[in-house]
T-cell receptor, first 115, second 114 residues
Framework: EAGVTQFPSHSVIEKGQTVTLRCDPISGHDNLYWYRRVMGKEIKFLLHFVKESKQDESGMPNNRFLAERTGGTYSTLKVQPAELEDSGVYFC?????????????FGPGTRLLVL | AQSVTQLGSHVSVSEGALVLLRCNYSSSVPPYLFWYVQYPNQGLQLLLKYTSAATLVKGINGFEAEFKKSETSFHLTKPSAHMSDAAEYFCAVSTKTSYDKVIFGPGTSLSVIP
């Protein structure tokens, strides 16, 4: 069974440009999460989809970030325009259900560098 | 609100020595606790989790952790370190009221010295 995949693995862009990150969850997982780790700090929650609906987007830093999950399958996270402080590792995770203590399975992350 | 602290951003142990990575949490409601590991250039992998069953939790690769409510701790141990254990380890917490959000600690980078 394939795990969570993320594309690209690395991205280097200039300040002001747009970047789109993609996440493919484990097949059959309705729940999809985005997290990020900025500059060696804690990994922080960004948002949570249940199928195609945003269940919780309380962690999204500002309106330069837009997440979508059309059709309830893969998800994209767009940063537009990118700022220097957006550099970091963006992780995607998925889970089958949303029960207490359910394991979230993480992808390898996308390493974003904004110059 | 929940939070996690990990004592020591970097820990070095000799091969064959005991591994002890410390984690303390703060939560106003009963927590669910996790240890994740990130090997170089890989994603986060679940080592073990505590969800209010047995307080001593055994995970993969010989790791285990003990939930101690009185000490608000969930330290990770392994009796004998292997070179392959070199990685970054993250302690994390979620609760029944916020189970979609996993709150991570800052991570501890483990080095294993031959």
């Amino acid at each position: 069974e394939a795990g969570v995949t993320q594309f690209p693995s690395h991205s280097v862009i200039e300040k002001g440009q747009t970047v789109t990150l993609r996440c493919d969850p484990i097949s059959g997982h309705d729940n999809l999460y985005w997290y990020r780790r900025v500059m060696g700090k804690e990994i922080k929650f960004l948002l949570h989809f249940v199928k195609e609906s945003k269940q919780d987007e309380s962690g999204m830093p500002n309106n330069r970030f837009l997440a979508e999950r059309t059709g309830g399958t893969y998800s994209t996270l767009k940063v537009q325009p990118a700022e220097l402080e957006d550099s970091g590792v963006y992780f995607c995770a998925s889970s089958h259900g949303m029960s207490y203590g359910e394991t979230q399975y993480f992808g390898p992350g996308t390493r974003l560098l904004v110059l | 609100a929940q939070s996690v602290t990990q004592l020591g951003s970097h820990v070095s142990v000799s091969e064959g020595a005991l591994v002890l990575l410390r984690c303390n949490y703060s939560s106003s409601v009963p927590p669910y606790l996790f240890w994740y590991v990130q090997y170089p250039n890989q994603g986060l992998q679940l080592l073990l989790k505590y969800t209010s069953a047995a307080t001593l939790v055994k995970g993969i690769n010989g790791f285990e952790a003990e939930f101690k409510k009185s000490e608000t701790s969930f330290h990770l141990t392994k009796p004998s370190a292997h070179m392959s254990d070199a990685a970054e380890y993250f302690c994390a917490v979620s609760t029944k009221t916020s189970y979609d959000k996993v709150i991570f600690g800052p991570g501890t980078s483990l080095s294993v010295i031959p």
